[in-house]
Nanobody, 125 residues
Framework: QVQLVESGGGLVQAGASLNISCTAS????????MAWFRQAPGKEREFVAV????????FYGDSMSGRFTISRDNAKNAVYLQMNSLQPGDTAVYYC??????????????????WGQGTQVTVSS
């Protein structure tokens, strides 16, 4: 079991960059594929990015590829999302999630077992 805590969200202007983090307050992420999802008000949850347990595979949502980069540091029990060229459409609560790596990576939130509480990212125009 793992407990996840996101941090680093905030208010930025369009075009800015932001790096958000997800750390395990209990347990270890070592055996999990880790993903980021986001949810904007009135919209469904959206897949952002996923990274495999051994860091050899990453996959991004359609509108994030090229602007967002997911990374992880298993020694620090942390996952990161570097977001560049942010736009107002990126405004959402960003959640990290963990999935037992035995089952591989997935872009579907229903396949993830553990979730953080989320961090708000707001991009002003």
């Amino acid at each position: 079991q793992v407990q996840l805590v996101e941090s680093g969200g905030g208010l930025v202007q369009a075009g800015a960059s932001l790096n958000i983090s997800c750390t395990a307050s209990a347990g270890t992420i070592t055996n999990y594929a880790m993903a980021w999802f986001r949810q904007a008000p009135g919209k469904e949850r959206e897949f952002v990015a996923v990274i495999s347990q051994n860091i050899d595979t990453t996959f991004y949502g359609d509108s994030m590829s090229g602007r967002f980069t997911i990374s992880r540091d298993n020694a620090k029990n942390a996952v990161y999302l570097q977001m560049n060229s942010l736009q107002p459409g990126d405004t959402a609560v960003y959640y990290c999630a963990a999935r037992n790596n035995v089952y591989g990576i997935s872009r579907y939130g229903t396949n993830y077992d553990y979730w953080g509480q989320g961090t708000q990212v707001t991009v002003s125009s």
